[in-house]
């Protein structure tokens, strides 16, 4: 019933095969493993967030520039730059602390938390 489509990019690297009926009336997928949750999820990282007090950064170099990299000139420009990036290192450990006791900001669940999930709740591979 079913031709493979010829080609390198016939699979087209998702999991499944491509096929094409033998009527011509469209592409077909055949999955080339079974179509069930896994029992574990990647231990993958999470994309990094922006970065932080670049603006006090900016300001803070262009003084030091403009004086000669005088730290005396500009002791309010970088008193500003080290505000900033305390506050951010603190909401940095905030969120990893939250993170580690299990709450997440975010709506997403960590790797670690969706396997521990998946084992507690296994797919049936089979129905008794």
């Known amino acids: 019933l079913y031709d493979s489509v010829a080609g390198p990019m016939a699979g087209g690297g998702s999991g499944s095969a491509l096929l094409r009926t033998r009527q011509g009336l469209g592409l077909a997928l055949r999955p080339t493993r079974p179509l ?3 029992d574990r999820v990647a231990n993958r990282r999470r994309r990094l967030g922006e970065a932080t007090c670049i603006t006090e950064m900016t300001v ?7 004086n000669n990299f005088n730290e005396e000139a500009c002791s309010e420009e970088i008193r500003a730059f080290y505000t900033c990036a305390d506050k951010a290192e603190a909401e940095r450990k905030a969120k990893a602390k939250a993170s580690a006791d299990g709450v997440t900001q975010t709506g997403f669940l960590t790797p670690k938390q969706a396997t521990k ?3 507690r709740y296994p797919n049936k591979t089979h129905v008794t």
């Open 60 to 66: 803070m170099m262009s003084c030091w520039k403009q």
């Open 36 to 38: 069930v949750l896994a």
């Open 117 to 119: 999930l998946l084992h």
